[in-house]
């Protein structure tokens, strides 16, 4: 991808290393018709270009009342306090990765490998459990706890009129001990994602993947990580 991407109705791509910073993981904007909602926010450097690529569609910034962080990392972290502090916006995370989120661990952010002072930020919506859906603006968010690339990864869906979108962070790993990895665990995961039959992929790192090609993609994962 090399400009803002519509990936379905209501769904894009607003960064990544291609379209912000070379740093950034993906991230994503559902357009939940009385409010906007960011999956991740990359690391933080690129902000200025995710916001123009948002205007870019026609929508704006400031309506991002929600940030979903899949998980602790810098790449997907960095700009939570860019949002934090220009528009207000709410941060969603599962407990597990709070303490990376919240500053109390930095060395879960995995900040040292970008070179990154990381900021921390309050995380407004802790989420536990396997499950859990919250309605944001019009649209229900699907938020699944699914570990092992870190302790608190979650994946996030949305079913829309052309089909049902995944958001599958970092499904490819990498993996380290150092910031609680785990394969078995991410095993399961990885099936619990096939188990939903996505019609779109949305990745943290390789970008969009569509119909059969989503099964192909995570299994050909699975067989590079046995147990």
Aim: proline fraction near 4%; include cysteine; aromatic fraction near 10%.
């Amino acid at each position: 991808m090399s400009k803002a991407t519509t990936i379905c109705d209501g769904v894009y791509a607003v960064g990544g290393p291609d379209l912000s910073r070379p740093e950034d993981a993906y991230v994503y904007l559902v357009d939940a018709k009385s409010c906007l909602v960011l999956i991740d926010a990359g690391v933080g450097y690129g902000n200025d270009k995710i916001e123009r690529n948002i205007r870019s569609h026609g929508l704006e910034p400031a309506q991002v009342w929600y940030v979903i962080a899949t998980h602790c990392h810098i790449d997907h972290i960095g700009g939570l306090h860019l949002w934090r502090d220009r528009y207000a916006s709410k941060i969603i995370a599962h407990e597990l990765d709070r303490a990376g989120i919240e500053g109390e661990n930095d060395s879960l952010t995995a900040a040292s490998m970008y070179g990154v002072n990381y900021r921390p930020v309050k995380v407004d919506t802790i989420l536990s459990g396997e499950q859990n859906q919250l309605r944001l603006g019009e649209t229900d968010f699907n938020l699944l706890h699914t570990p092992g690339h870190t302790p608190g990864s979650i994946s996030v869906y949305i079913d829309t009129s052309e089909g049902r979108v995944l958001f599958g962070q970092d499904i490819h790993g990498p993996f380290s001990p150092s910031w609680g990895s785990d394969i078995r665990e991410w095993r399961r995961s990885m099936r619990k994602l096939l188990d939903l039959e996505a019609d779109f992929l949305c990745e943290g790192h390789a970008g969009i993947y569509r119909g059969e090609k989503i099964r192909e993609y995570i299994e050909g994962y699975l067989n590079r990580y046995p147990e």
